[in-house]
Antibody, heavy 123, light 107 residues
Framework: EVQLVESGGGLVQPGRSLRLSCAAS????????MHWVRQAPGKGLEWVSG????????GYADSVKGRFTISRDNAKNSLYLQMNSLRAEDMALYYC????????????????WGQGALVTVSS | EIVMTQSPATLSVSPGEGATLSCRAS??????LAWYQQKPGQAPRLLIY???TRATGIPARFSGSGSGTEFTLTISSLQSEDFAVYYC?????????FGGGTKVEIE
């Protein structure tokens, strides 16, 4: 059974940093791209960042480019999101999501999701 | 960035009736379009990818169609568990983008 478990969320002041982690199990982690998708309270879904199976291809939403860094450790079956210079508008539930398949397109379909880590940005 | 626009924002339907949800892309995404269902307090669930291919375990009452810039998700004979918010997502280009969602509610 595929499981994705996020951790590291919490309350942080504007301008500070936070690191999210996602522990994956139930599949061969280093075969698949992984992503972070967020959802502000009462709002829709927003893709934040994605990383290919070998970290060779990385992408970011314009809203987080230059402030957030995605990474993965295939030996630990883990995905990370380093979030710096946090803003009020970054407050959201952050989901870790697995890419559905291989290839440049199927890797960008989200077939499994975690339950999310809540990030609250407030002074 | 490709902008995805969903309509209507809210759809009121009686159980047993059908529903048609629309999604429009600001430029062609070919058939690289997925649909997700999200219920309150839950993570989204993949329904459709490739514009028309049902994901594993998705009932046949869910169907998708379209290509290029115009896409449709059709739910035939709505069941109680189908009342939820539905999102479309294009994966033709980075940044990946979602539509704003359509809430399907009980009439």
């Amino acid at each position: 059974e595929v499981q994705l478990v996020e951790s590291g969320g919490g309350l942080v002041q504007p301008g500070r940093s936070l690191r999210l982690s996602c522990a994956a199990s139930g599949f061969t982690f280093d075969d698949y791209a992984m992503h972070w998708v967020r959802q502000a309270p009462g709002k829709g879904l927003e893709w934040v960042s994605g990383i290919s199976w070998n970290s060779g291809s990385i992408g970011y939403a314009d809203s987080v480019k230059g402030r957030f860094t995605i990474s993965r450790d295939n030996a630990k079956n883990s995905l990370y999101l380093q979030m710096n210079s946090l803003r009020a508008e970054d407050m959201a539930l952050y989901y870790c999501a697995k890419g559905e398949g291989s290839g440049s397109y199927h890797s960008n379909i989200f077939d499994y999701w975690g339950q999310g880590a809540l990030v609250t940005v407030s002074s | 960035e490709i902008v995805m626009t969903q309509s209507p924002a809210t759809l009121s339907v009686s159980p047993g009736e059908g529903a048609t949800l629309s999604c429009r892309a600001s430029q062609s995404v070919n058939s690289n379009l997925a649909w997700y269902q999200q219920k309150p307090g839950q993570a989204p669930r993949l329904l459709i990818y490739g514009a028309s291919t049902r994901a594993t375990g998705i009932p046949a009452r869910f169907s998708g169609s379209g290509s290029g810039t115009e896409f449709t998700l059709t739910i035939s004979s709505l069941q109680s568990e189908d009342f939820a918010v539905y999102y479309c997502q294009q994966y033709n280009n980075w940044p990946l983008t979602f539509g704003g969602g359509t809430k399907v509610e009980i009439e």
